[in-house]
Nanobody, 128 residues
Framework: QVQLVESGGGSVQAGGSLRLSCVAS????????SGWFRQAPGKERECVAA????????YYADSVKGRFTISRDTAKNTVFLQMNSLKPEDTAVYYC?????????????????????WGQGTQVIVSS
């Protein structure tokens, strides 16, 4: 059984920073691609950052490029999302996701259906 548990969400003023963490059990992030998605009220869930199994190939949505950084600590089986220069439009529930261990080594998935395991979500609120 794979479980993903996020933490690190909260409320922050515009321009501030937050660091989200996602700890996996039952599967290691070194063997699966990983990603961070977000869903704002009334909007579709979107991928903001994703990483290949190799850890070398990374995708960022245009809206967060230059402000967010995805990383992982394989020893701790944890994936992080460092969010800087936060804007009110970054307000959403953020979800950690893990993909398939059969995914190509350098491939970076970014569609929801490419991720089979999800965390419960953590709320991020950015006030102006």
């Amino acid at each position: 059984q794979v479980q993903l548990v996020e933490s690190g969400g909260g409320s922050v003023q515009a321009g501030g920073s937050l660091r989200l963490s996602c700890v996996a059990s039952g599967r290691t992030f070194s063997s699966t691609p990983s990603g961070w998605f977000r869903q704002a009220p009334g909007k579709e869930r979107e991928c903001v950052a994703a990483m290949s199994r190799s850890g070398t190939n990374i995708y960022y949505a245009d809206s967060v490029k230059g402000r967010f950084t995805i990383s992982r600590d394989t020893a701790k089986n944890t994936v992080f999302l460092q969010m800087n220069s936060l804007k009110p439009e970054d307000t959403a529930v953020y979800y950690c996701a893990a993909g398939s261990s059969s995914s190509a080594w350098f491939y970076v998935p970014r569609r929801r259906d490419e991720f089979g395991y999800w965390g419960q979500g953590t709320q991020v609120i950015v006030s102006s």
